[in-house]
């Protein structure tokens, strides 16, 4: 079954951007569904890559950032993220975006996730990094970024932190339970 081609059964009449900014793009589709009813379809397309990193050192401890999210009108603690341009490899934003954040540089470069973030209303891709054998530099945050703060603790910290849902993010609760089993945390 995983090997056969699976045809579209949806059937798009028309579509009407409806939004548009440097960030996402909103587009309803006038659209035929599986069972043959007519509806429409909303589709938010983001113009970047989003771009996750789980540091950690030798002593397995990370790095959260925390930060007020204005989306959902709340603070979040997370693991460094970001967006990456599409025409950009996601390595490269991953490295910039850990750097940005905590001032952290690595050697060692592993990806551990790809993903998409809601596949029933957005393209969006994702891409999540493990990075090891860490320099500690200065961090360069971004204006949206001023609020930032970067906490270093244990990764089993972390993980309980993910286990008690206090680290709702998606791409972070991921990324932390697929870390912790590959350190058997």
């Not at 930060?67 to 009108?73: I, S, T």
């Not at 809601?118 to 949206?144: P, R």
């Amino acid at each position: 079954m995983i090997n056969e081609e699976i045809k579209n059964p949806w059937k798009t009449l028309s579509g009407e951007v409806k939004y548009d900014n440097p960030w996402i793009k909103v587009t309803e589709f006038q659209v035929i569904n599986p069972a043959g009813g007519r509806g429409i379809y909303g589709k938010i397309h983001f113009k970047n890559k989003a771009i996750g990193i789980v540091a950690v050192d030798e002593a397995l401890n990370t790095w959260l950032v925390g930060q007020y999210r204005y989306a959902l009108d709340a603070w979040s603690w997370e693991i460094p993220e970001g967006g990456g341009p599409l025409n950009e490899p996601p390595l490269n934003a991953a490295k910039r975006e850990l750097q940005e954040e905590t001032g952290l540089t690595a050697t060692k470069w592993s990806q551990i996730i790809r993903l998409h973030t809601s596949n029933s209303v957005t393209d969006e891709e994702g891409f999540i990094f493990l990075a090891e054998d860490l320099q500690q530099g200065e961090a360069s945050l971004e204006e949206t970024e001023a609020d930032l703060k970067v906490w270093k603790l244990p990764l089993k910290d972390a993980l309980q932190m993910v286990i008690d849902g206090k680290i709702t993010d998606s791409m972070s609760v991921m990324a932390l339970l697929m870390v912790a089993r590959k350190f058997q945390v």
